[in-house]
């Protein structure tokens, strides 16, 4: 009776259906009810998807595709036909599992979270239609299904981050987050455009099962320039991978993530962890193999990710808004999985490692990040501010989520035997064997930082003396529904690395490429031993600085002692201000009042000007009627006169 | 049986302010009960033709109406002594516009029913709108039609000049005589079409069988674009648009961006571009350009407007630019992505001044500037601009982003140079429109609450049901939007046949 079919649909239905309840008929009048349904049907949700897992890696089918359902949405012509189904493969089934278990985490925790909000009904409702969109674009068959959900995604992260609307920062953040992503998607809608009309297909088997070599000859007019089919499926596998540069919040467009933190936590939790973030990187390893015969689009991708991990890392060490380090550690995270992706390209070659670290970092990510936002909710809830000024001495307080974050943070360190260590080191061991020694030194200056920024902010709220006048009075206290989801994310914190390394090894391969492919990499089993001692010392420095009895807590924290360089790290290198001032400057007062001023005055006046031309030949006529005697006179002899002189006219 | 119901979609809003003329106009609550009682019943008939008609794909059709498969034919001499004739019947296309019109019309008399002066003439005066809107969609002949066509833009004149508001004579005037002007270059071409044709027949059909020859083709076809254009408000005949937007009350906004504005991208689909497809051809590529302003400028001089109307209208302009496009890529994909838009925008702006309407008769103000936070009094009519504003940016699960992601994909086939640039500016500036859009909506609806919109009161049944009802046309294309498609395939086929028929004669001059 109950087949993976059923399991597929319900995996589903289930958030819509939430959506649709709480939104339409519970609301907000029952918050009790709302989060039952909400916690219930995602928990069904995330059953099905446990037990689809179970069902699919267990079986002997494991590694390949199979497509459970899929309808006809809208065909346009011959193959090119969008359709909605569901792709169950290594990739989208361990992207289920996550999303639906993280997405029933966040909801546990929310009832505890958004108890004092008025508008729950519609909290939760949002949720589930987050983490149905993302559900939908991870088991997308074609790019046009992969489109649909995107932007859906992105629609109810604008909704969720905005969720306080009545606070101009978070109205403002919100907008800011969909504008920029609305952007990206615009060059990925061209991409999907461009490439469909190439290859004739949307279909992700059609897409990357493809070779360039026919495409050389024929050429395409693109309006400005000719070029030959081959080149233009290469321009729009750049333009596609901009759709997952904007929803990955790659530098430069990286600005909205950590402004998206005015949204309520459990949002940035999901945000971060499973849904919409990841997705960019989902992205390019959906298509990894139509990537990697397309020149060096790839190549783009790695030094896209390298740079955006290293300048999050950067800045994520000066900020002291708990939530912010955390947005940049997810920038800085990002960029791990974005550069393994792109770092797979030897030359015209391939090496597959890559692949299955990224999307290895993308399970064992979502866990601890998931969990370290929870925590953060959690530490929010007790302080009131986000600051980590008013932080400090928590350890005794909240015991539990001390013993938790302290889980995740040596997770997200890489640390053995915590889940991080084993994905990062696979990326950095890509780097390596990949021959890009640049940026395989980056990523392991780059753990370095990582485990600097995360004991900093983990010695500033939990050691040291109170700050916080509430924490020192003991008005502090761990509450059940927001520990108990810190508690059980702890545990794939803590594991999944182990369990799952053997897993992906096994199936995780980016399906049949056209590119050469490496199988024989260079050993170097220095490398963990390497990342090990940068993060040991890493963490060592911060214990120096921030919970060593000499460390000077206080001067750290003033603001007054921000100068030189580290001012401009602690403003983000004054990437809001340059971006506030392009879109206020260049956009609304400069193209935008042209066009308005075109259309105002020249058209417009062009208008004005046909109006008084009329009106003035009105005139000539009428002054012609005068009714005086002589003028008629006059004109019909010139009419006869001329008449006569030339003739034949043909009047 | 449905020949006459067809038929009675026209006769029935006529027939209305007929049985209202002898009431007194004190006597308001019997005279709204009647028009939105007709209205729903029209509604209703044309709801039920509109499933005949997807019903019936497939099966053959009058054959007197060939080349065009057309249902509840009707052909009856009428102006004998110059070969008009009374030619009604409905394609997949046409009763969709049908039904979109019938929908604006029902919500747009409800949304009308607090408003000030005459209320006795005023639904007279809709009714006789919907009546010329009918009609113009559904006539075959073209005499009919031309009737009908100017028959709306004299009642629209009045409804703006009497119960509009702001500069309403001005906006009332540059109106009908923009559209007046549009309908000279018409008719110019209509009578040269009857001559030229010369088979003493103004049907659509009838002279889509002749073959017109090129020299005259190639002058009257831009005539007869530009003046159905000129409804359609592009570039650069756009300018009636903001002003008559803006001064028109609520109903008249509805009507004449829902449903008036289409019947000319209607007009040159079905008129202009059917019965001269070789000119169609060599002409359209380079109308094109003029979609720049439209689609690309459009959403940006929105961003600069404060007043909610002129935003709208702006939004409109950019967003019919995109019909254009599909129009102009000369593939079935694209005039399926054309007609598709015709019907998803006329929904989405009709939500748009329905909601913008509400919101006004509360506020007493358009500026989005004085506004703030009314979300927190009223949630519904807030939730309903937002739901426009999503459908307006192109949102899947809305109807708005399965016309232009179909016209996009129609006019990519199209392989002129002009038409991919003008095509890759309008996918880029899907960015814009959701820029003015957001920026609308958390200008009015979020932020904090200034003192005196603190009384203000949420929709009440009547206006949240035309929400809803709106709210669901758009999601209904939106998630399903396979038979819509069946049913404008199916009758876009023939048109399109005969472009791709039309064999590009070589002429000296533009084009050859």
């Given amino acids: ?42 928990g069904v949700s995330a059953l099905s998807a446990i037990l689809v897992a179970v069902h699919y890696f267990c079986s002997t089918f494991a590694p390949q595709k199979a497509v459970l359902f899929e309808y006809t949405f809208l065909p346009f012509i011959d193959d090119l036909v969008a359709r909605i189904g569901m792709l169950v493969d290594p990739l989208s089934v361990m992207m289920l599992v996550v999303v639906t278990f993280i997405s029933l985490m966040v909801n546990i925790y929310s009832i505890g979270y958004m108890r004092e909000d008025r508008a729950e009904g519609r909290f939760f409702a949002l949720l589930s239609l987050f983490s149905f969109s993302m559900l939908g674009l991870v088991v997308a068959t074609n790019l046009f299904q992969m489109f649909i959900f995107w932007e859906l995604v992105g629609v109810s992260s604008y909704l969720l981050i905005g969720f306080w609307y009545h606070k101009p920062s978070a109205v403002s953040a919100s907008k800011q987050a969909f504008i920029l992503t609305r952007f990206a998607d615009s060059f990925f809608l061209l ?219 040596l997770a997200i360190s890489g640390i053995p035997p915590f889940s991080g260590f084993f994905s990062k080191d696979e990326i950095i061991l890509t780097a390596f064997q990949a021959h890009h020694y640049t940026v395989f030194a980056l990523a392991l200056l780059t753990s370095g930082l990582t485990t600097f920024y995360m004991f900093r902010l983990f010695f500033l709220a939990f050691h040291g003396e109170p700050r916080h006048e509430g924490v020192k009075a003991g008005h502090v206290h761990e ?91 602690y403003n983000k290198f004054y990437f809001d201000e340059m971006y506030y001032t392009v879109v206020r400057q260049f956009i609304i007062g400069g193209v935008a009042r042209v066009s308005r001023a075109f259309n105002d005055y020249v058209i417009e006046g062009l208008l004005a000007f046909s109006v008084w031309f009329i009106h003035k030949l009105g005139d000539l006529v009428r002054t012609a009627q005068a009714g005086y005697l002589p003028f008629y006179l006059g004109t019909l002899i010139v009419g006869v006169l001329i008449w006569r002189f030339f003739g034949q006219l043909p009047l | 049986m449905e020949t006459i119901l067809f038929n009675l979609i026209w006769i029935i809003p006529l027939l209305t302010v007929l049985v209202c003329v002898p009431l007194s106009a004190t006597r308001t609550g019997i005279l709204k009960a009647i028009h939105a009682t007709s209205a729903t019943i029209v509604l209703l008939i044309v709801c039920f033709l509109t499933y005949r008609v997807y019903a019936l794909t497939g099966e053959p059709a009058n054959e007197l109406a060939a080349p065009l498969a057309l249902r509840f034919f009707t052909d009856i001499p009428w102006l004998s002594m110059m070969g008009a004739h009374y030619t009604v019947g409905a394609d997949g296309l046409n009763i969709l516009l049908l039904a979109l019109t019938a929908f604006i019309v029902w919500g747009g008399v409800l949304v009308s029913w607090n408003i000030k002066g005459n209320q006795k003439v005023f639904f007279a005066l809709i009714q006789l709108l919907a009546t010329s809107v009918y009609g113009v969609y559904m006539s075959f002949d073209l005499v009919l039609f031309f009737v009908f066509y100017e028959m709306e833009a004299l009642c629209m004149y009045l409804m703006i000049a009497c119960y509009g508001s702001g500069r309403r004579d001005y906006g009332g005037k540059k109106l009908t005589l923009t559209l007046a002007f549009g309908s000279s270059m018409i008719l110019a071409t209509l009578f040269g079409l009857y001559f030229e044709g010369g088979v003493n027949s103004w049907s659509i059909m009838e002279l889509s069988k002749v073959s017109l020859p090129m020299e005259f083709q190639m002058w009257a076809f ?28 609520t109903a008249v906004s509805m009507l004449a961006a829902g449903v008036m504005m289409k019947m000319g991208a209607y007009g040159c689909l079905r008129v202009a571009m059917f019965l001269m497809p070789e000119a169609a051809k060599i002409w359209l590529p380079y109308v094109v350009a003029l979609l720049i302003f439209n689609v690309v400028l459009g959403p940006f001089i929105a961003l600069r407007h404060k007043d909610l109307k002129y935003i709208t209208a702006y939004s409109s302009i950019s967003h019919l630019g995109l019909i254009f496009l599909g129009l102009a890529a000369l593939t079935p994909v694209g005039l399926r992505g054309a007609s598709l838009q015709m019907i998803s925008h006329g929904f989405l702006t009709g939500l748009f001044f329905a909601t913008i309407g509400m919101i006004y008769e509360r506020t007493h103000t358009r500026d989005i500037t004085e506004m703030g936070g009314i979300m927190r009094k009223m949630p519904f009519l807030g939730v309903g ?81 035309v929400i809803v009802v709106l709210v669901a046309c758009l999601l209904f294309i939106g998630i399903c939007p396979g038979w819509i498609a069946d049913m404008l395939d199916t009758s876009i086929a023939p048109i399109f046949e005969k472009i791709s028929a039309a064999t590009q004669p070589v002429i000296s001059g533009i084009g050859g």
């Avoid at chain 2, 674009?225 to 650069?236: I, K, N």
């Fill in chain 1, 1 to 42: 009776m109950i087949n993976d079919v059923t399991l597929g649909y319900l995996i589903f239905l289930c958030p819509l259906l939430t959506f649709v309840i709480n939104g339409l008929f519970v609301g907000n009048r029952n918050a009790k009810a709302a989060a039952a349904i909400a916690v219930t049907l995602n």
């Fill in chain 2, 385 to 465: 601009f937002v739901l426009a504003g999503f459908a307006g940016l192109g949102l899947p699960g809305f109807s708005g982003f399965i016309a232009e992601s179909t016209i996009f994909i129609g006019a990519f086939q199209q392989d002129s140079t002009l038409t991919r640039i003008v095509t890759v500016l309008a996918i880029l500036s899907i960015t814009t429109t959701a820029v003015y859009i957001l920026q609308t909506a958390n200008r009015m609806l979020h932020g904090p609450l200034p003192k005196k919109y603190e009384g203000l009161t949420d929709g009440c049944f009547r206006e949240k049901l």
């Fill in chain 1, 191 to 409: 991409g999907i455009v461009l490439v469909s009309y190439v290859v004739g297909s949307f279909d992700f088997s059609a897409i990357n099962s493809l070779s360039l070599y026919p495409f050389r000859t024929e050429t395409i007019d693109l309006g400005l320039c000719v070029i030959s089919k081959a080149n233009a499926l290469i321009l729009g596998s750049i333009l596609i991978f901009t759709g997952g540069w904007g929803k990955s919040a790659m530098f430069p467009m990286h600005i909205w993530l950590p402004n998206a933190m005015e949204g309520p936590t459990p949002v940035s939790s999901i945000i971060h962890s499973a849904t919409m973030v990841v997705a960019g990187v989902y992205l390019v390893a959906r298509l990894f193999p139509f990537f990697a015969v397309c020149g060096d689009s790839l190549t783009i991708i790695m030094w896209v990710g390298a740079f955006t991990m290293v300048f999050a890392a950067v800045i994520a060490c000066t900020q002291k808004d708990i939530k912010r380090i955390l947005a940049y550690s997810t920038l800085s995270q990002l960029g791990y999985m974005m550069f393994a992706l792109g770092a797979c390209k030897i030359g015209q070659a391939v090496v597959t490692t890559g692949w299955t670290a990224s999307t290895f970092h993308i399970f064992t990510h979502a866990f601890f990040k998931c969990s370290l936002f929870l925590i953060a909710g959690s530490l929010i809830h007790q302080v009131h501010t986000n600051d980590l000024d008013a932080m400090g001495g928590l350890r005794k307080k909240m015991p539990v989520t001390y013993v938790c974050s302290l889980i995740s943070i």
């Fill in chain 1, 479 to 569: 509450d059940l529904a927001m520990t108990l989801p810190i508690v059980v994310l702890a545990v794939p914190a803590l594991l999944s690395g182990l369990l799952g390394k053997g897993l992906f090894e096994k199936f995780f391969t980016p399906g049949k490429l056209h590119a050469p492919v490496f199988v024989k990499l260079p050993e170097a089993s220095w490398i963990p031993f390497a990342a090990i001692g940068i993060a040991v010392l890493a963490l060592a420095i911060a214990w120096f600085f921030y919970a060593s009895p000499k460390a000077k807590i206080q001067r750290a924290l003033d603001a007054e002692n921000r100068s030189g360089l580290y001012k401009v790290v």
């Fill in chain 2, 222 to 249: 831009p005539l007869m674009f530009m003046g159905f254009a000129v409804s359609s408000s592009l570039f650069p005949f756009h300018f009636w648009s903001p002003d008559g937007h803006s001064a028109a009350p």
